[in-house]
């Protein structure tokens, strides 16, 4: 017997890592975490919603300075008129006041005239210190908006980093049941032995059965959560099916804290609140602008005809200057500037108190890593703990020195000790993704993270 067992034992060392590989193959539509997070970046519904969003404010930044354009404006105009002084001055407009016209009668009654009327108008501005300010408003949102897009996309990346050891966990959840199942099978062989020889109780078949049971409505949980986790990663990746994945190597090394909180401090989100604080004090130039007077020249070229739409009868131009300056608004510049002042104050705040919160989130993060550590090290000895504990009993009750109560105890300690230690490395491994994430190193964190079997 013994060789046979030697023989069997060391089967299962030589092929249990080929079936183990030949399952990770079988895995439908698996793919890597790097080119998981890749099509994210490329096809999740945020980034190309906000990628339209970033484009929108981009263009704001145009719309202000076209202002500062000269602008080219055609107009054409019908009128029908016998009010006096409309008719009077179409008739000049259009060349064809005559001598006659000069009658009293005809000064007070005239005809009705008919005046098509065609014009060409430009504007441009030579000084403007509000359209300047709003120019420079802009593009501080044009920088901060583009900082909240790098953020975007590394919450993004997280959360697919999330899925994909969500796939990886309830696969570990699904391996596990199906070792409970194989256990709950074997001691309702072993009980239904010992009751058809006499020497068990048939309570312990049925305690037996219903354990087996319960393993198999855990392996059914398992399963779907398997089944829902997989089409969320693909929802993550903007895809309409289910993807797999594959298991990842833990290749980090946690660095001192103060190293997570000096690279926060570059955090795009960060930066976004800093530019948009920047951006209040040029709110603040906006609303002094005000003050300032406005310059420009205008012009306009003109003709009429009374019968053709497009004629030209009789033609004129205009050349215009002009200087705007607002001298009293009741005091609404004043408030305005007091106004544009607080605002600023309130971003300072906020952007202070964010700092304070961002260092807070490395903290905690930081804080998770290390009790991931030491969970994943526990469940590790609990579950090794609990086989040979599964295992004694199993001994015990098999000579009839335990009853099948503690059998189904031992098994049940098993079962926890297995799912923890399913969920306590993946853990660990989002941990790392987490702190990585508030500390603004995600991408270099995916860059420690090496996926096996990335060569399939």
Known sequence: MRPFILAALLSSFI???VLSGAQEAAVPNAIGLKEAVSAALRDNPEIRSK???????????????????PSLTYEGRFMRTDNPTYAFMAKLNEGRFKQSDFNINSLNNPEAVNDFQNSIKMRQIIFSKKALEGVRLSKGEVKASRQDFERLKEKVTRDTISAYLGVLTWGEYVKAANQNIADAQEHQRLATLRYNAGMGLYSDVLRADAALKEAQRKLAQAEKGYEVAKRALGLQMGLDKSM????VKDNF????????????????????IEERYENSRNAIGLAKSSYYPEA???GQYQWNDHSNPLGGEGNSYMATAFLRWDLFDGMKREHEVNQ??????EAREGMEGFKKEVMFRVFESYKTVEEAQKNLELANAELKSAEEGTRLVQKRYENSLAPMVDLLDSEMMLEGARTRAAAAGNGLLM???????ESGRINEFMNIAETKGAER
């Open 340 to 345: 544009a002042k607080a605002k600023s104050e």
């Open 244 to 247: 797999g994945a594959r298991p």
């Open 15 to 17: 092929f249990a890592p």
């Open 51 to 69: 990628t339209w969003s970033l484009k929108a404010v981009e263009e704001q930044t145009g719309i202000s300075r076209s202002y500062l354009f």
């Open 431 to 437: 941990s790392y993704f987490n702190l990585g994430f």
């Open 253 to 272: 090394v946690l660095q001192d804290v103060n190293s997570y909180y000096r690279s926060a401090l570059s955090r795009p989100d960060l930066k976004a």
């Open 296 to 298: 420009g020249l205008g």
